[in-house]
């Protein structure tokens, strides 16, 4: 079954809220890091991307904690847009989408 979070609902599947699964989103599809929990979990290089909506930080390279959660985020030139498909590719060939993430006013 598809999954329904909104970003509030989503930053609880980051490995500290006790949730099992480990979540991110890019572009509005929730994806399933729980395989990969020793680079995504607490310990983890990419632990920043757990419970997390990416894309801008994806498409932008920046790695700042604000680059976080910014859901207005659209790819400002082709090189951007080119770098969030290669990532949307290769997250996606490792972790399976599992769901969406909605607005507040959806649920």
């Known amino acids: 079954s598809v999954i329904r979070l909104t ?3 989503l930053k609880k599947y980051d490995d500290e809220h006790g949730e099992s699964q480990i979540l991110f989103s890019i572009r ?3 994806y399933d890091a729980t395989s990969g929990r020793e680079m995504y979990g607490v310990d983890g290089g990419y632990h920043m991307f757990a419970g997390h909506d990416v894309t801008k930080v994806l498409g932008t390279m920046d ?7 910014d859901l207005q ?3 400002a030139d082709e090189e951007e847009e080119e770098t969030l498909s290669d990532w949307e590719k ?8 599992v769901g969406e993430l ?6």
């Open 7 to 9: 970003l509030e609902q």
């Open 28 to 30: 509005g599809k929730i």
């Open 63 to 69: 790695l700042s904690l604000d680059a976080r959660d």
């Open 73 to 75: 985020y659209k790819p």
């Open 90 to 97: 290769r997250l996606g060939a490792k972790y399976p989408v």
């Open 102 to 107: 909605v607005p507040m006013s959806k649920l």
